[in-house]
């Protein structure tokens, strides 16, 4: 019964809301990665996508100002990740956040000394365990033009991770995946990368994927999709744990 209210709720809103052909055929072209997908996958993104807006609040600030074919493309970002998952996996959290560009957030810090300081980073994106995502919206659009690299699903995918507590690079499993394998997998990859970076060689991967596990796992997810190919060659053992977490084939 549960699942009968639910396909009636679904098919309600996507029949109440939907999203204009030319606006949707406009995120395919800017979204290259879900513009490899079959049409198939490409028409569940687009009811992804349109739950997404129906359920999740666009909060432009600074001034950004973010029409109906912005808020879209932001949408087929946001739900590549969980294409296979559901749109439950992004349940427990509401807003997202928009900066015309990267932002510095300004926080206390206590060092070994006892001494506080401000942080002062500047960051393209945020996620906030039961908060809000934070985007900058100049790196959401520069998504393509340096190959693995895509901000909403590296903030996407940190959220996945926080689903079982602080993000570790440790998402919920699925019940036929091995904790055993994957911590052995991801282990032994980030272990040869950071002796790789050590020596100086060049690395597959963005550098920044080393700052943590949890980093690992979200540059790994944005490379998984963006540059499938590139992650399958060099890191294949990451490429087919993360294949049956996102429960996709990126190709």
């Not at 109440?16 to 198939?40: N, Y």
């Not at 919206?137 to 901000?151: I, S």
């Amino acid at each position: 019964m549960f699942d009968k209210i639910r396909n009636w709720r679904v098919r309600r809103i996507v029949a109440r809301h939907p999203i204009v052909e030319s606006l949707w055929r406009d995120a395919l072209q800017r979204c290259p990665a879900a513009h490899r997908l079959g049409a198939s996958d490409q028409a569940t993104l687009r009811v992804l996508a349109t739950l997404f807006l129906e359920s999740k609040s666009l909060e432009p600030a600074k001034g950004l100002q973010l029409d109906d074919a912005d808020r879209v493309l932001l949408a087929a970002h946001a739900c590549l990740p969980i294409l296979k998952l559901g749109l439950d996996w992004y349940d427990g959290w509401h807003s997202i956040i928009v900066y015309p560009d990267a932002f510095i957030p300004r926080r206390p810090q206590t060092d070994a000394a006892g001494v506080v300081h401000q942080t002062s980073n500047v960051m393209a994106g945020e996620a906030w365990g039961r908060g809000p995502v934070i985007l900058s919206w100049a790196d959401v659009l520069n998504t393509g033009k340096k190959p693995g690299h895509n901000v909403v699903i590296h903030e996407m995918a940190h959220k996945l991770d926080m689903l079982n507590g602080d993000a570790n690079g440790f998402p919920p499993l699925h019940r036929r995946m091995d904790r055993r394998v994957w911590s052995r997998v991801f282990s032994s990859a980030w272990d040869r990368l950071q002796e790789d970076q050590r020596n100086g060689a060049e690395l597959p991967i963005d550098p920044y994927a080393l700052e943590s596990p949890a980093e690992f796992f979200a540059v790994a997810s944005e490379q998984f999709f963006e540059t499938p190919a590139t992650l399958r060659e060099h890191l294949p053992d990451v490429y087919r744990q993360l294949e049956q977490f996102y429960r996709q084939h990126p190709f």
